[in-house]
DNA sequence: GATGAATGAGGCTTCATTCAT
DNA sequence: GATGAATGAAGCCTCATTCAT
């Protein structure tokens, strides 16, 4: 309401979220437990005590962090989706996912590794967002069966986790790729560097009609 | 050298694989930096400095556990695929694993969750029979591009990684359901239970014909 | 130097005396250590960087409570004695007290429980109220060993200790009896309660006759 | 039962001694709060770590030194009073409990001091050897009540309180004047000198005949 | 080999105090 | 004067690892 409102809530929103980004990059560094609150607070160039003014503890800021990116993946697919026919938002919401992968391997990192690690988050806390996503996924899936295009037999939910886990994996596959490598790790043992935009095609084309040669594709059935 | 060398092999693998099963127990129970290694050695029934007579430290009781379950995870694939006809070795390996994955859930949960546990295992470490894994389904693949079987044009290595995804994100789903749970979670929070082995079906469909429904398949390309 | 001085001091003053009322009922709350610097400012309506305003720190806080109530309990004991017949002062004195601890618990809770409180106070920092407390009792005492009232063998200053021994553990007795009391304790752990104001009598009796049976009193010596 | 057991368990016996004492010297020297748990170990000669082997917190520390001491304080009374004829159990008591302090006066500051101190011990912990001194002492009272040798007019577990008040209060005034005084305080501020010993018998004079001179004693009723 | 008591480095977190607004 | 967000020192406690028995 004052002229200082403004910028007030903003000074306050730059300091969570740049609080927010530095635990992404060093979660991202070093994985949640091995992470030090005291290292997040130098990255994000607070104090440490600080990081308390805005999150409960350290296993709030990860759970913080979770559902800011996740939020913000769903919006991106939602967005990625609207207006586009049906028959091709699955493509669409594969691209769109992988691109994000692409734009933010930060925070694909900690979503792929962190987000599953550790019992500790995925029993005692069911990440909502996630939740929405496998919703939205799912959703495209059974418009697409309701329609007939798709195959009603496989139950849209397990469908929906597979595809999930294609994306997951090639996402945990290119992150890890990516790296400058710090060890000298033997040759070969480290996944292959691709291209994870162009690898949208990939599985949409496993998706959409499998591995089996579209030569015998026809006579299969 | 002596007459009971036998036996106290025998003696000493016991007490190693007792171990080895006191930590798969309790590292699917709290996730691997959850769990302590007093609690390990007491599942074990062995006293805390006994464990650093067989595994060099927290950290190396993980790694023993991949190598050890993943070979025999191997182990158990290949001999499930071997005097399988080549164009059904693919269905054969994915039945094989999620069968594996339903007759040994603890094992599952350690290799599933804590395998991409934390940069500190998949950068520094890169686990080898993970590596032989991909590569046998890899050899499938390839040996049914050459036969004109499938599709040739997604790269092998993507391409086994996409199952592996399917696979572990089904695994992981399963686990998850399967707890008792002892918090109330929210109702539809928590995937729902399936038949993992019956999912196998699911991803050799999906994996073979891919999601487009049988009507239109014919007449898609 | 203004118009305003007056009330500038007044208010001054007020929010003063609204931080000591604030922190005497957390203090009595939680105690000394357990009580937050901030959670005083919310009690009394200010900003945490205020008290410090008014008080040099919180150990400050403390000590300018004590002297101040103590001043109070000492003015208001000084008049309760004022034109009182000099036999009759030590019974006035000793029920004046303990209608003090009646009428105000909140201050005799930080008084009895604090004071003592830990050597950092009771070492470093001679209460110089307290001491005026011993000196005004003591006073008493010694006119009436002068006026061949009160026996003489007894050191004043020994005295007067025990007479404030006795009132003290009396208060405190009687405010911890006086909780709402948030857990189920024991039946019969907790204080009885009972009447601080009438026990007066009773700390009269025995301060100036002792606990031997009247009867036997007079044949006594 | 083997030859090892005895030294073992008094072994075991005796580091926990050993830390309870460092614990009494450390409280007594800084009070509960201020003293730190690094340097009791220190003080007990062992690592931080060991007195977690022993204690669960810093709390139950302070709560077993507690019941530890208290318990020996009670048993010495129990012994004190034993064989001693009933009209003189209250002169036993009170000199016992005198000697007690002066013989233990670490034991004795961290019993006064600290055992009313911060209310998180009195309202949460009822000490229960506190509530038994308080049963003896009250026990010794009613009988004496009982021969018609008492006043009964004083309900018994009252007087138990003020005794325990004089006693507590002497026993404060006399561990804190022997301290070698580390600040300079001006001088008289400090509580004088006395033997605590000696003092017993003023405590009896007052609780038996009270300080009404001898003379006036008999005339008075 | 087996034990398990002891170690002690190091992390998360709290909270009295400061100071720019 | 008043504010309250920010600071950062410091403490309690955990737990992987060691080593004397």
Do not use: C
């Amino acid at each position: 309401m004052t002229v200082h409102s403004a910028s007030e809530r903003s000074d306050r929103n730059d300091k969570r979220e740049r609080i927010l980004l530095a635990a992404e990059r060093i979660f991202a560094r070093h994985g949640f437990f091995a992470a030090r609150v005291s290292e997040i607070a130098k990255e994000a160039g607070v104090a440490d005590g600080t990081i308390y003014l805005y999150f409960k503890s350290k296993d709030d800021l990860l759970i913080s962090l979770f559902e800011q990116r996740m939020t913000q993946v769903n919006e991106a697919l939602r967005e990625a989706i609207a207006g586009v026919p049906p028959k091709d938002q699955l493509r669409a919401f594969i691209r769109a996912y992988l691109q994000l992968v692409h734009d933010e391997p930060g925070a694909a990192e900690v979503l792929t590794i962190e987000l599953r690690q550790s019992s500790k988050f995925m029993k005692e806390y069911e990440n909502p967002q996630f939740i929405e996503f496998l919703r939205m996924l799912g959703g495209i899936l059974a418009a697409g069966q309701e329609r007939g295009e798709l195959d009603g037999s496989i139950p849209v939910h397990i469908a929906a986790r597979m595809i999930f886990g294609m994306l997951d994996e090639l996402a945990l596959a290119w992150v890890l790729a990516r790296q400058p490598s710090i060890s000298t790790s033997a040759p070969g043992t480290r996944p292959k560097k691709f291209d994870i935009v162009r690898a949208a095609d990939w599985v949409v084309a496993l998706v959409t009609n499998g591995l089996t040669s579209p030569r015998l594709a026809g006579s299969a059935k």
